[in-house]
Each structure stands twice: as C-alpha cells, then as structure tokens.
C-alpha cells in the first residue's frame, strides 16, 4: 500500500517495459565486465523494512556517470509515458546501479524514501 501522498499509476503499482535492445545489451556488458571486480556485497541492517541483511544475499555494481545519465535520458520518455505525465515534471531522484540478488534473497514490497 503506498502512503497517501504518491499517486499509484497502476492498479498493482508498477508495469513492465521494454527498454532500448543497444541499451540492455550495454548494461549487460557493463555488469559482465565489473561484476566480479568492482560489485561489493551490500550489508543491509537484520531487520531492514525493505530488504532484511538476514534474508537477502545482495550485491550492488554502481554505475559510472556516463551510463547513469543515459539511463535517466532513455527512460524519462518511457516513465512519463507510463505515467501519463511531461516529461519535464519528472524529478531525477536516485540511481542504485545494477543489483544482483543470490539464490533465495527476499526484496519485500516498499516505497524508496521521498
């Protein structure tokens, strides 16, 4: 359930795309590339509303500033689209990177701070 102040745009709350083939094929190579050289585990607290440390096995691959920009200029079209909102409102607030989730980690349902 999300708190009052967002608006769902979806009866579920999300929707799945398809992003750019060159694009996903980039970020394939990116995280091919440093995944076992610059990923680090992420030590999240036990009792994390969101993703428990002691149920969940994750592993974060920031990205470079180059792709981070595209990332924000490629799905700005296709978020607002989905939002059905301008492109222009859209606020760019955070970008984890690429995360990998190990064999049986649990990623509980939740909103990312506002």
């Known amino acids: 359930q999300q708190p009052p102040t967002f608006k769902n745009f979806t ?28 990923s680090s585990p992420e030590n ?23 792709l981070k920009q595209k990332v924000y200029e490629l799905m700005r079209p296709i978020l607002a689209a989905w939002a059905g909102v301008d492109p222009e409102k859209l606020k760019q607030t955070a970008l984890y990177g690429l995360r990998l989730y190990r064999q049986g980690s649990i990623l509980y349902k939740h909103v990312d701070k506002k």
């Open 11 to 38: 009866k579920v709350g999300f929707a799945i795309r398809s992003i750019p083939e060159d694009f996903m094929q980039e970020l394939r190579d990116y995280w091919l590339a440093g995944r076992l050289v610059n």
């Open 44 to 66: 999240h607290p036990k009792l994390d509303h969101a993703l428990s440390g002691c149920q969940s096995d994750t592993w974060m691959l920031h990205l470079n500033d180059q």
